[in-house]
């Protein structure tokens, strides 16, 4: 075989395992992520063991710190009218955390309350979601 024959194949070669390799690196990224449920969703489809990343609004009024390290807290759709989940979580706390702010925990349903994983919290800035002021 040639030289420059030679060069063609290996470039062909290395481009089609670079291909497959991306290929198996984005399947894997996406196939392993936890469905995302708002509580009402979570409430009618969620199946007690399976893992859940569960994203709402707290509650006004509802935090309560138990022993153990503890925070009980609930969870409501965002859109406001749905239902809504009383979550256990352990861990730290971001300082965004409060009453009235979006989050999304992972965790898992059992017993009618959802057991969320030690330090999964994680909260929504509220200034990316709210409108833009006129003329910008």
Known sequence: MSSPRKRTIRLVVCLAIAVVLAS???????????????????????????IYQLTGTVVQHSV???????????LADRSGGG?????????????????????????????????????SMITKCPSKYTAAPAGE
């Open 83 to 119: 239902r809504s989940i009383v979550v256990a979580y352990t861990g730290s706390v971001p300082s965004a955390f409060a009453p009235t702010r979006e989050l999304i925990v992972t965790g898992q349903v059992r017993g009618g309350r959802f057991l969320a994983q030690p330090n």
């Open 64 to 74: 309560r710190n138990r022993a153990g390290g503890v925070l009980d807290f609930r």
């Open 24 to 50: 198996g690196l984005i399947y894997t990224s996406f196939a392993a992520s936890d469905p995302a449920l708002s509580p009402s969703q979570l409430l009618r489809t969620g199946h007690a063991g399976q």
